[in-house]
């Protein structure tokens, strides 16, 4: 059953988006030179009116969430990525890293109200929103959807089972927002405890896996719950409509899918890191590298909304593993490749052979050569300063994960 659309743009024809970024991005490459210093120094040599496509776009740096902690150490608070002062902001948070991340005073700064209209949630509804509302800012991301939509908040936080059972069943809100798993935890509670909670129709999950099995125990209770992926640096990024199939962009990003260590962009289907561009003038990340794997889905969704989707949350392009004392990275993989033409994909298997460290490169290679094995073993060496066997295997036989680098040692006990 179709929800309708939160507004025009998500239905507009590939013409009219296509000409709306054209128009956005180079006032928004203007802005984050003029307004962060970061940008300042990256993009000096860069005339943002020339940034008007995509494809302008992927010439520009990537700037990458693993070195924020470092600048933000260095030039705090933010690192040079905010463009706005100060005091035109509403909240800062802190999370884990440490990463500091900014909140503009400004109505729904996340962009949430999407996500949970496409949700089912609609003005006059109440949303009991389980997620942190102290030093990361995914409380107040879903807060500022709601609000947006002129829908009252219960700022319920995390923990607290049973409290947050016998709220829910005096307040009888509509919709549960939180990581996915919490919700059935509170709705077993209440069902311990005798409660009434049939007034929680609708739910909203992020910051987790939503496992299939979990989504069946929703849907046999009655439940419609649908999933987004966003983060505290960007907002929201994509979300699920009634069709399920993928996520569909957000309105306010610009996605790109690039091959972990090489930055090289993928084609439709081949899962590599997330990359982000937002429209955000506070804060305003272009080319965010993200370190999380996903893929671009063909077409467009069934629900009617016209922009890209994406498969959701895959992993962690952030692949480095620690090889006989020193560490091996996906970059020193598309160093190898490039030293060695004739692979187009490979991916570095790191083992335990008895108590030692092993390395296999394997390598798909269209016509084998009998001399490719050797070079590629030698590449290997140069690049890591480090032994490693070499199996050539037929193209397309690699998982289409995004792995460069498949750790299968036991994780430590």
């Not at 300042?40 to 990537?62: C, F």
């Not at 924020?68 to 509403?90: C, K, M, N, T, Y």
Request: aromatic share 6%; glycine share 10%.
């Amino acid at each position: 059953m179709a929800l309708g659309f939160y507004d025009d743009l998500e239905t507009r024809g590939a013409e009219a988006r296509a000409a709306a970024l054209a128009a956005a991005l180079p006032r928004q490459v203007a802005q984050a030179r003029a307004g962060a210093p970061h940008y300042r120094a990256l993009l000096a040599d860069i005339d943002p009116a020339a940034i008007t496509s995509p494809e302008a776009l992927a010439a520009l740096p990537v700037t990458r969430k693993s070195d924020l902690i470092r600048q933000q150490a260095e030039q705090p608070p933010f690192g040079g990525v905010v463009a706005s002062d100060l005091g035109a902001l509403a909240r800062i948070f802190v999370s884990p890293g440490p990463i500091v991340e900014p909140e503009a005073a400004v109505p729904d700064y996340w962009r949430y109200a999407r996500a949970l209209f496409a949700t089912g949630l609609r003005r006059g509804e109440l949303l009991h929103n389980c997620f942190a509302y102290h030093f990361t800012p995914a409380g107040s991301m879903l807060e500022g959807g709601a609000r947006a939509l002129g829908c009252p908040v219960f700022p319920a936080g995390t923990g607290n089972t049973e409290m947050q059972a016998r709220a829910a069943a005096q307040l009888r809100p509509r919709c549960y927002g939180g990581t996915p798993d919490f919700l059935k935890t509170i709705l077993e509670k209440g069902e311990e405890l005798g409660l009434d909670l049939s007034s929680l129709r609708l739910g909203h999950v992020t910051g987790g896996a939503y496992l299939p099995s979990l989504r069946d125990w929703y849907a046999a209770r009655g439940l419609t719950v649908r999933q987004s992926y966003g983060t505290a640096d960007l907002g929201l990024v994509a979300y699920e409509s009634e069709a399920r199939e993928g996520l569909i962009l957000d309105e306010g990003v610009l996605v790109e899918i690039l091959r972990p260590g090489t930055g090289d962009p993928l084609p439709d289907g081949e899962v590599g890191e997330v990359v982000v561009t937002t429209l955000n003038p506070h804060h305003p990340l272009l080319r965010f590298a993200t370190g999380d794997l996903s893929a671009i889905l063909p077409g467009a969704s069934p629900c009617g909304r016209t922009n890209r989707r994406i498969r959701g949350w895959m992993g962690r392009a952030d692949q480095a593993a620690k090889v006989r004392g020193l560490f091996v990275r996906p970059e020193q993989v598309a160093e190898l490749l490039r030293a060695v033409p004739g692979v187009k994909r490979a991916r570095l298997v790191v083992s335990l052979e008895g108590e030692r460290d092993a390395m296999l490169l394997r390598a798909e290679a269209a016509a084998p050569d009998p001399t490719l094995a050797e070079r590629l073993g030698q590449a290997l060496q140069a690049a890591t300063k480090l032994r490693g066997a070499v199996e050539l295997v037929p193209p397309g036989s690699l998982p289409n994960d995004g792995k460069v680098i498949d750790d299968t040692r036991p994780v430590p006990g």
